[in-house]
């Protein structure tokens, strides 16, 4: 068989792969897709608000969402600025086909099937084997903790960035140990990760720090052209990811805008860690990696002790899967000043089950495939391969079935409208939300309450100044929610007329000078019309748009206009894209 033909051959084995993962994709979400109801929790208020925020905006013809002008309680909020929405634009895009739900679950399907891809071909390129990178692709995308990101408490951003996690170790990878031509992968790996979720990026970087520095003075790693090929995926990256930090240094840093606490929260013991993993009832809901990669984790030493590679790679794991847990003294780390402020950005310790499902998946994949091969002469090879793929299915179906049973039990209540107007507390907001079944017909409720966490992420500082443990409902904050402006200094209620990026107030001035504090959250390039003429704004004692008017009749609208550098930079990074998949399609030309 010459080469052309052997190529052929493994691109047609990929598709029937590709074509299988897709099977697996429509059987892991069948479920769901035929029940069409989710129930409402944790992160879920926040994105889902998000997503139709991007979906009303096109539907009325704009591209770019920056501020919240039709969901958050229309407060003009810019969590759009600061918190990555790239890949919500495909669901939002779904809405326009498929009913609310539907449209959820058909994207995060893709997104399992993008998962399985992804971790297939890293999987092959770092194994060369490919039937352990379709156990890889399948262990990995049905992980415990992806399931309790995408389906059970929303947790969008992570779950997005969980796909594209492999291709940022295979690009380290191959930077510090193998092929270092292959440097592109790191820097679209992170690129990939920067549209998904920040904090995500910073794991990645804290994550390929370490492994430089543990193999500093390796052989390897001196060698110059290792170190080019680093800095040469850091300059891709920046042309590619740049245009996302804009916003953030003209907006955030320095302005005195919220930032989500640091610290370590919600710690398990390792005890607690192994029982919710063994425990099918509790696996999702409790942080947990799973019943086989915990299995995995007790038994992958001996499988791997013979193989330096493999080995590392199970120490890796088992060294991250240690970290989520209270086995590291986070409490005394946060007595150390410096190392608490890099580790403690972090804030819970169990986001790093993302990483320790993919280096667990790993070993699991290497002891599958070891046992398929070796198994081989006594044992119908087939049937090997099935037996394995029923195990990592029998553990996501059996872990599924609590959230399955929450969602088709006689007792479900359903999210209905806040009769008695938004929630005055955190505590009515608890009671009356969380936990609620939403399905085609109840979706838009959700829009009708407040975010449960992140509601007033990205608000000013000065929005909290009284009672700032309230949270959402400190009393500044909670006026900016109830559309509370301020005339002269006296409370009025307003009545915003929202479109995409704008909210609107209509005021009459009797006297002859006024100052109105509008409810809209004011930032660095916030703009301010006044019946169509642009006006000079101030920011307000409680962080919102404050204008000075004269007598009459005013519609004031609330605007955000990004500094030009991002639109700039935006189109370099179009056209980098651009470029990259060019080159792609090149290689693979060739190969041919």
Known sequence: MNVNEDNKNNAFKDILVVVFLGIVTILSMFTFLSLLRLSIQSDGFFHFSRAEEIYRNLRSGAPFTFIATHTFQQTGVGNFLFYPDVFLYPWALLRFVFCPVTAYYVWDSLFVFATFVIGYFCMKDYSKDRLRSVFFAIIYGLGTYHIYLGQCNFVLGEFIAYTFLPIVVLGIYHIVFANEK?????????????????????????????LCLCTLFSRLWINRQRLLALLKAIGLYFLLSAWFFIPLITDYIGQGIVSPGAGFMLLSSPQQMIANSFSPAS?????????????????????????????????????LLLMTTSFIPYVQIQNIKWLANILGVIQFPYRLLSMATLFMAITASFIMVSFVR??????????????????????????????VSQLTSPTRQYLKYPNGGTPKSYQALVKEAPGKIVNNDNYNDIFDYEVLFGQTDYYREAAFSVHPKWGSFAPKAFSIQQHVMYVNGHAEYGRPHVAPNKISYEVFISKKRAKIDLPVVAYRNTVVYDNGRRVAAKISSRGTVLVQVGHGKHYLTVGYKPNRVYYVLFGVALLTWVILILLFTGILHRKK
């Open 374 to 403: 070796k198994g081989y002469r006594n044992f119908s090879r087939v049937g090997l391969v099935v037996f394995c793929l029923g195990i990592v299915m029998t553990c996501y179906y059996s872990e599924q079935t609590s959230l």
């Open 182 to 210: 292959k440097w592109p992968l790191l820097a679209v790996g992170m690129a990939l990760l920067t549209y998904s979720h920040v904090l995500s990026v910073y794991i990645m970087c804290l994550f390929c720090a370490a």
């Open 283 to 319: 696996a999702l809901s409790s942080h947990s990696i799973g019943m086989l990669l915990m299995i995995t984790a007790f038994v992958g030493w001996f499988f791997v002790r013979k193989n330096i590679r493999e080995l590392t790679t199970y120490i890796i794991g088992v060294c």
